[in-house]
């Protein structure tokens, strides 16, 4: 089975840094992963879709990445065994709410050699350790360390966020539209980010501004609901 290894990101697109995250109430986790001296106890952040849990965590793989060292991320319904390999700084966990038998144990197994070998963890989830429909010793685990209740963003916030966003794409993102967007749509910033790529590429492709009409037009094409 290959060790899985994050690639460096590269493209157009801003990479999910620390810089690029807006904490909103989830000052005290971006904080503490900024400051995150390795290896130190294991880190878990719980919260609903959209609330920047992924977001930080390849943020900090990031940050690892651009000190030179090899980060390790298996998620929910990767192929397992999960190996460590000997030259990782850090092991990411995502979705652990999902992991089925064979995930448990791979990510049990992988918590025990990180631990001996003095690999950092972090992990994320759904839902708090306690919570988690997990075997009782990796629950326990993923407990053990720094955990930190992650909330998504206000709607002032989200508002601030598409409306730097746009401005980083050069679009003009007027009140109608961001009111469109956000009486109309999931409210996660997952979502509404996917939703202005989408709108960006289309605007693009027929040398229009973004308007309420041009959303439409767009949703009506994709044969989703305007």
Known sequence: MPMKQIPLAIGFDPLP?????????????????RRLAMPAAPVYLWGPSGSGKT???????????????????????????????????LVILDRCDEFDEAAQQAAFALFVEAATEGVQLAAAGRL?????????????????????????????ETRAALRREGDRRGILLSDDVM??????????????MNLLDRLDEYALSRARAVTVPLVRSMLVEEGARP
């Not at 793989?61 to 990782?88: E, I, K, M, N, Y």
């Not at 009111?179 to 509404?192: A, G, N, S």
């Open 17 to 33: 840094t620390f810089e690029s995250f807006l904490p909103g109430a989830n000052g005290a986790a971006l904080e503490h992963l």
């Open 55 to 89: 977001h930080l965590l390849h943020a900090l793989a990031h940050a690892c990445q651009q000190a030179g060292q090899r980060v390790g991320w298996f998620s929910a319904g990767d192929l397992t065994p999960w190996p460590l390999a000997p030259d990782w700084s």
């Open 128 to 156: 708090p350790p306690v919570d988690l429909a997990l075997r009782d010793d990796l629950r326990t685990r993923l407990g053990w360390g720094h955990v930190f209740a992650m909330q998504p963003l206000s709607e002032a």
């Open 179 to 192: 009111d469109h967007l956000l009486t109309r749509f999931p409210r996660d910033l997952k979502h509404l």
